[in-house]
Nanobody, 121 residues
Framework: VQLQASGGGLVQAGGSLRLSCAAS????????MGWFRQAPGKERELIAY????????YYAGSVKGRFTISRDNAKNTVDLQMNSLKPEDTAVYYC???????????????WGQGTEVTVSS
């Protein structure tokens, strides 16, 4: 499956953004989907994950309660709604596909190109 992320931009602290990841290929619904982010000088980290059906999700503690991951298998998309954004949310955000849940990058076979989010204070 090929992935393309979009929706990043510049937003003030407290604002919202919605990222979207579009997938091509007929096997999208076979994959769990994760959103990772990588801030300057830091390692890439998993912040949200949704299983193939959308029935199970995971959030990193840093975003729990502020971000919501969702997917539409009919449209081959997975979205990340980000509310109450903070300057520390500034990063490049990536969507990725995996056959099963993992917090480790190495378990994700397919990656989008990344979309940049900047949160100003």
């Amino acid at each position: 499956v090929q992935l393309q992320a979009s929706g990043g931009g510049l937003v003030q602290a407290g604002g919202s953004l919605r990222l979207s990841c579009a997938a091509s290929g007929r096997t999208f619904s076979n994959y769990g989907m994760g959103w990772f982010r990588q801030a300057p000088g830091k390692e890439r980290e998993l912040i949200a994950y949704i299983n193939w059906s959308g029935g199970s999700t995971y959030y990193a503690g840093s975003v729990k309660g502020r971000f919501t991951i969702s997917r539409d298998n009919a449209k081959n998309t997975v979205d990340l709604q980000m509310n109450s954004l903070k300057p520390e949310d500034t990063a490049v955000y990536y969507c990725a596909a995996a056959s099963t849940f993992s917090v480790h990058m190495r378990e994700y076979d397919n990656w989008g190109q990344g979309t940049e989010v900047t949160v100003s204070s």
